[in-house]
């Protein structure tokens, strides 16, 4: 340390470091604001090439594995969260049940990601609530895998079908497997049968207990589940 920044005053110099790491926040939330700019552009305009490169790049989101390839602008908006880009294309005409080879909805992207404005503004857009895809995957199935019980309550609320028939991927077993206790939760509150027995899986109960999930085998006995 020179002589003249031994002579600052203490204060001064503490100052000069919270300064720059202001100035580096600053910094980084133009970058952000930026490619956020960028990204909503090449959306809008259709370039989902370059849309799925900034994402790869700077958002951790793979670009691999042909999943952007029949993949909208509407799904990209959906799956990243981008509100101002949903709209705008929704606005342009673009179908919001518009699907991929694999029958995968925007709202599916919605809710896997927990965009609850995504989800929202699909809904009211006029979004099936109830589409599968071809592995019979809903999007309240998707807000129970990844623990949005928000998304959740809203699909409910649009009139999801909490628990199907058929062997179709359960909501409700995925929520309890997971640990994922506010969405069983939310799920409990909408009347769903807490015994439902699926023959590759047996009964919620049974799919919590495996998974060693106390809080969901908690809520589920507390619904009266035997």
Known sequence: MTVI?????????????????LSLFCFKLFVKISL????????VKGNRKEAA??????????QGQGSWADRSPLHEAAS????????TLLSQG????????????PLHEACLGDHVGCARILLEAGANVNATTIDGVTPL??????????CAELLLQYGAKAQWES??????????SRGHSECLEVLISWGIDVDQD?????????????SQQIHCIRKLLYAGTS
């Open 141 to 150: 199935f998707n807000a129970c895998s990844r623990g949005s019980a928000a």
């Open 167 to 176: 062997c179709l991927p359960s909501p409700t077993h995925e929520a309890a």
């Open 80 to 87: 990243q969260g981008r509100l101002l880009s949903l709209k």
């Open 5 to 21: 920044e031994e002579s600052r005053p203490f204060a001064q110099q503490l100052s000069n470091v919270y300064f720059t790491i």
């Open 53 to 62: 490169r900034i994402a790869a790049e700077f958002y951790g989101v793979p």
């Open 36 to 43: 956020a700019i960028l990204s909503h552009f090449y959306i």
């Open 198 to 210: 699926l023959p590759h899986l047996g009964t919620p109960l049974y799919v919590a207990c495996v």
């Open 94 to 105: 673009y179908n919001v049940d518009t699907l991929t080879i694999d029958q995968v909805t």
